[in-house]
């Protein structure tokens, strides 16, 4: 039974990493041989995605559906994509379907958005265009929330369901189950859809199983994909393994035309921009690091060493903010200090067999610096995390220490705090080589094992911690006091109590204040 379906988003997906400025001539051909090749959809490009009075020149960010209709090969079937949130805030309309328009609209929502969307979803129906719902990172949903997705579906019933991986994390047991629970809940009538990023090099093999699973199913099945697997960061699917896929079970694919379309256009676009999975890239999958942060990445800090490049995987921003990234640079990009791992010794000593106060810059301290000054006994040390809090316990300096992340703290705390600093090498600080209360330490030196870490002081230090316990086999305990989380994203917590659980397997962490990355 031939109930699966290719959708090819290379000129919407595939082309993000460099503003889809495909050129007007490279989108019309495209768009015209995925046609003629077979492919079953063709995603056009995004719609209302750029801002009132920039206009459309060379790229596929369309800004209403008149200027698509030039792309639309009159034998195709064509979707756009629609993004939520920008929809709302740019206060657009859906107008009625004309025989010349792409004939579905792909909404992209994020879980929180889900009620908000409805009238959106039964407006795009309504005016006659076929219905796809995306949900944007599934595997933030719980189950709970899964079936709440499901049973609005039901609802709405739109053409379409979109089980959207865009971190590329999944491993097989979630995405087999999250895709049984679709499967068992939703209407049959409703097609679903898989975009996944390959991130782990899963994306083919994702598309094996949901042939296993729905070969013989009534329901539609539609995969994503790209030509080339072109696409952000680590890319997609790939259209023509995809293709190919299919077609040994029957589907009528043109592969030589898809082929042909990735070296005459493809291959042009990856001489000046870089996409590919591999090992860094499947180790951060699990820290949903924005595909926009990973092409900068791959794309223009070339200059690393595969050390550094490690280093700069796991400490780049989550949220997708590619402005931070210079600062990432120049902390991992540093020179090693000879006495680095002299320090890491010295440390260890410190910290072996004591009870450790890690005091972040959370709020939640204010009101419990009498609880801590009590639990306070000979063997406790205090770790200040950018100095924050160090005033509070004075009475405490004999065994108090600042942990800085950064020149600014340093600058901060240097003249006006006599307690010792401990501080990760790199190319900005502004250290005098006589300064006696400086303990530095080697960020490469306290980085290993390709384990998860997060550029925050705190997460920093609790990684430092298990380097000391590792190759020093000391013991200690760690109670933690203001890492509050206040303003941290949804993504971020999920990864530091990721992180938090994972350092907890081998030595004890407590938190003594409310935090959103572990238990009170």
Known sequence: M?????????????????????????????????????????????????????FRVNTTLFREMEEMAPFLNKNGYYVAYLEFVLFKRQNHTIPLRRSDMIQGIRLGILKEELEEAIPTMLLIKE??????????????????????????MNEIHPFAVSVVDTYGDMEDGPFLDIFKK??????????????????????????????????????????????????????NLCTEEASELLMKRGYPYDIEM??????????????????SGNHLTAAIADRWIASLVISNLLNYYGNLTAEERRLFYYMCPMNGDINKLDDV????????????????????????????FIIAGGSSVSGYINE?????????????????YAGNFTDYSIRSYAFLNSPMHLNKVKNNMNIPKIILSRTDWDIKEDTADIIEVNLKDIVYKERILANDTVILFLNLLFVLKDKYQINFSVNIAGFDGTYATERECYIYRKIVDEFSRYYKIRFLTNSRFGAE
């Open 2 to 54: 031939n109930n699966f379906k290719l959708l090819d988003c290379t000129l919407r997906d595939g082309g993000r990493g460099f503003g889809n400025s495909w050129g007007d001539e490279v989108i019309k051909c495209i768009s015209n041989s995925l046609v003629n090749a077979g492919i079953d959809i063709v995603e056009i490009g995004f719609l209302w995605y750029i801002a009132d009075g920039v």
């Open 127 to 152: 005016n006659g265009f076929d219905l796809y719902v995306q949900a944007i990172n599934i595997m933030a949903y719980s189950d709970e929330e899964l079936m709440s997705y499901i049973n609005v």
């Open 182 to 235: 679709i499967e068992s809940g939703l209407d049959e009538g409703i097609a679903i859809d898989f975009h996944g990023h390959n991130n782990k090099g899963k994306t083919l093999h994702f598309a094996e199983l949901l042939i296993a699973m729905f070969g013989e199913s009534q329901r539609t099945v539609i995969l994503d994909a790209t030509l080339g697997g072109i696409g952000m960061g680590a890319g």
């Open 258 to 275: 898809l082929c042909a379309l990735t070296d005459r256009y493809v291959k042009i676009f990856k001489s000046k921009f870089s996409w």
């Open 329 to 356: 640079y120049r902390m991992v990009h540093s020179y090693d200090k000879e006495n680095s791992r002299n320090n890491l010794e010295f440390l260890s000593e410190i910290f072996n067999g004591k009870d450790i």
């Open 372 to 388: 801590i000054k009590k639990m306070i006994f000979d063997e406790s040390v205090m770790v200040f995390m950018n100095g924050h």
